[in-house]
């Protein structure tokens, strides 16, 4: 089992910046692939940027890349998305999700493990 915990919770102006966190917990030795995933009211879960366990691949959806970084430190059990330039469309719960396998990671139903979710909200 691994938990999972967001933070970064935030109310920002658009064109502004802030940056989330995830921290793994529990079977961390295992390595897992990573990724972030948002979602606004009415709509469904969707992906946002994923990272492997070593941090040499990433991918991202095409509205936050030149916007968005993911990263992780394995030696603190932490994923990070820094996110810049934010948009009101942007505005979303963002959950981290985590698994070993994960063979699609652009895709929700490849995570087994998921945060709480924190809510980022950009103002116009």
């Known amino acids: 089992q691994v938990q999972l915990v967001e933070s970064g919770v935030g109310l920002v102006q658009a064109g502004g910046s802030l940056r989330l966190s995830c921290a793994a917990s529990?079977?961390?030795?295992?390595?897992?692939?990573m990724g972030w995933f948002r979602q606004a009211p009415g709509k469904y879960r969707d992906f946002v940027a994923a990272?492997?366990?070593?941090?040499?691949?990433?991918y991202s959806v095409d509205s936050v890349k030149g916007r968005f970084t993911i990263s992780r430190d394995n030696a603190k059990n932490t994923m990070y998305l820094q996110m810049n330039s934010l948009k009101p469309e942007d505005t979303a719960v963002y959950y981290c999700?985590?698994?070993?396998?994960?063979?699609?990671?652009?895709?929700?139903?490849?995570?087994?493990?998921w945060g709480q979710g924190t809510q980022v909200t950009v103002s116009s």
């Open positions: 999700a985590a698994d070993p396998v994960a063979t699609m990671p652009t895709s929700r139903w490849a995570y087994r493990y």
């Open positions: 529990g079977r961390t030795s295992s390595r897992y692939v």
């Open positions: 990272i492997s366990w070593s941090g040499g691949t990433t």
